[in-house]
């Protein structure tokens, strides 16, 4: 992989991008201490024979410092996103974003439709009318220690065996590393941010591309009940449901994951 750094509108922004073909944009999530090469790295090396993928981090999160005087946001996120893809040269692309990074995901491609060509939201925040769950409520106020990183983890997998010592070293030091930039984004009551986050019925109209829902059946930090909405918004899309799976495919079912996002980009 290679890592660089991109200005955007004077800002910079910390990039990953790895492997050749047509461009592949990856969006991380909120929780804290995430980062676009830590929540893509995999898919990156799964994926790079037949793609070329970017996974930034979002401003707020891991080496991209927030815009001055900004507090991130969907529209922060979204514009940078989508500036940055400007940057890069990349005149269309296909979008993934995991989560929050789903909203950003659906949110740019109807800002875009004539770049937008693919969009995979994963484990989604977005619809409408969709609640703040306790569990997300908990993860964007767990506290930078080994503690809060074991319990946003246990929240976020729903296979515990996954929540190893390694595992939540790691998320503690990617925590602690972003703990003064994150602590801005999301203060209580947050049930406001994830109403930032949550798409209006114009915006989803306005998606034109094919969208594949991929979702955990036992996700309790954006729970499958609440993103049925999309299918209702969405004028071409596509649900896929993983059994015995919560927040993270991309970690709990990794190898199918990636086969589904390799067969959806295929389709023209």
Do not use: K
């Amino acid at each position: 992989m290679d890592e660089r750094t991109v200005v955007v509108d004077g800002s910079p922004v910390h990039v990953v991008q790895g492997g050749t073909g047509p461009a592949v944009l990856l969006l991380h999530g909120s929780g804290p201490g995430t980062t676009g090469s830590g929540a893509w790295a995999a898919a990156i090396e799964a994926l790079g024979a037949s793609w070329h993928l970017v996974a930034p981090d979002h401003a707020g999160f891991g080496r991209t410092p927030l815009p001055p005087g900004s507090r991130g946001g969907l529209r922060v996120w979204t514009e940078q996103a989508a500036r940055l893809m400007d940057a890069l040269g990349h005149r269309s692309y296909a979008v993934v974003g995991h989560s929050m990074g789903g909203a950003v995901a659906l949110a740019l491609a109807a800002a875009r439709p004539e770049q937008v060509t693919h969009v995979v939201p994963v484990s989604t925040m977005g619809a409408p009318g969709a609640p703040l769950s306790p569990d997300l409520d908990a993860l964007w106020g767990a506290p930078a220690t080994e503690e809060g990183a074991r319990d946003m983890l246990s929240r976020l997998l729903l296979d515990q065996s996954l929540v190893t010592e390694q595992a939540v070293a790691a998320r503690t030091a990617a925590m602690r590393a972003g703990e003064a930039a994150f602590d801005t984004l999301f203060p209580p009551p947050r049930a406001r941010w994830a109403e930032d986050l949550t798409l209006s019925e114009q915006t989803l109209a306005a998606v034109r591309a094919p969208v594949l829902l991929v979702h955990g059946a036992q996700d309790r930090v954006t729970p499958l009940p609440a993103t049925l909405p999309l299918l209702d918004h969405l004028a071409d899309v596509r649900l896929h449901v993983l059994g015995r799976c919560g927040h993270a495919p991309a970690v709990e079912h990794q190898h199918a994951f990636h086969r589904l996002l390799s067969n959806f980009l295929s389709q023209g």
